[in-house]
């Protein structure tokens, strides 16, 4: 009866702990002529001399992808910032949703705060290895049998190993998130004062629920509201 029981635990613990993958997005533009390049199709929309050239790239644990190139030909600065940008999705019973595109200084900042915290978490460590270090350095002044200090050598390597892992750790942790900084910082279209005759390109990024069927992405860009629909099209 016991093993029955821990045997249901344990089937319990494995399924809780399993994790569903995020669907992929297929979105297609609707009732838009678009252009194909490399598999993805681009359109181009334009208001009072504002381009846009748009696309969606993939899914991405979950958060959809779009590039987006801005071209400023009227005579006025246009001030662009992604985190404006939004889309409106039918829902039950007649509802509407809206979603805005994530603010690419709020991620690069919650980055830098991660960061910081294996840093910090990285010179704890070393000041705890720093203690450690020298309480076994007036240990071993004591009077201890063979076999004691035997086994303060296996305890001392055992340290020093668990040591070597969480600097590994950690290195690990601060280069993954620093590329994804990286990333970020190059790639992601950035709050920027777009002025007459020059163009702006980048990534913008929505978290776009799994089951849509289409969405109406708006761009209000200055005094201009441009808007593109995609379907979700399963294949």
């Known amino acids: 009866m016991k093993f029955k029981l821990l045997g249901l635990l344990l089937l319990v613990v494995v399924v809780g702990c ?4 995020h669907r992929v997005l297929n979105l297609n533009v609707k009732n838009q002529d678009g252009l194909w390049l490399k598999g993805k199709e681009l359109v181009k929309l334009d208001s009072d001399g504002l381009e846009l050239v748009v ?9 959809s992808l779009f590039e987006i190139s801005i071209a400023n030909n009227t005579q006025e600065a246009i001030l662009i910032s992604p985190e404006d940008i939004y ?6 019973f007649n509802q509407k949703e809206t979603i805005h595109a994530l603010d690419p200084e709020e991620m690069i900042h919650r980055l830098d705060t991660k960061i910081e915290r294996v840093h910090a978490r990285d010179e ?9 270090s020298l309480f076994d350095l007036a240990d071993s002044f004591s009077s201890k049998t063979e076999e004691e200090r035997q086994q303060d050598d296996i305890d001392r390597d055992n340290h020093e ?13 601060i280069k993954t998130m620093s590329s994804e900084r990286s990333n970020l910082a190059t790639n992601a279209l950035r709050k920027t004062t777009l002025f007459p005759n020059q163009r702006i390109s980048g990534s913008f990024y929505m978290n776009i629920p799994e089951d849509v069927s289409n969405i109406i992405i708006h761009f209000p860009f200055g ?11 399963k294949m």
């Open 18 to 21: 399993s994790v569903s993958p």
């Open 55 to 63: 696309n969606f790239d993939r899914t991405i644990k979950g958060t």
């Open 87 to 92: 889309g409106i999705m039918p829902r039950k």
């Open 124 to 132: 704890s460590n070393k000041r705890s290895d720093l203690v450690f």
């Open 161 to 173: 190993k668990a040591v070597a892992r969480r600097a590994e750790s950690n290195s690990r942790a």
């Open 223 to 233: 005094d201009r509201d441009i808007s593109l629909e995609y379907e979700n099209k």
